[in-house]
Nanobody, 123 residues
């Protein structure tokens, strides 16, 4: 079974907001660093946001900085990606991932992955 399950994707207009959620499937990730990746058609998968195990440190790709916010609720064992001011170039499949490292802002190591959720932004 896939260890992480993403939800919250959909089709929205440019300027709209979406909130993605990443829930556990069979284990607890409260002690793991988490990351959000995305892959657009014809492009390589890229790290867009990362958060440390305790939630005190975050990283954002330049392309989403100021628009996206990554947070986590360890009591619920859930991580979120709040996406505001969405642009057509944000269209991609978004993946939640977990790393046994406390924090992996450069995508050094991610060990568990979800199946992804589609985000489509129309102009």
């Amino acid at each position: 079974q896939v260890p992480l399950v993403e939800s919250g994707g959909g089709l929205v207009q440019a300027g709209d907001s979406l909130r993605l959620s990443c829930a556990p499937s069979g284990r607890t990730f409260s002690s793991y660093g988490m990351g959000w990746f995305r892959q657009a058609p014809g492009k390589e998968r890229e790290l867009v946001a990362a958060i440390s195990a305790g939630g005190g440190n975050t990283y954002y790709a330049d392309s989403v900085k100021g628009r996206f916010t990554c947070s986590r609720d360890n009591a619920k064992n859930t991580v979120y990606l709040q996406m505001n001011s969405l642009k057509p170039e944000d269209t991609a499949v978004y993946y939640c991932a977990a790393t046994v490292r406390l924090f992996s802002p450069y995508g050094q190591r991610y060990d568990y992955w979800g199946q992804g959720t589609q985000v489509t932004v129309s102009s």
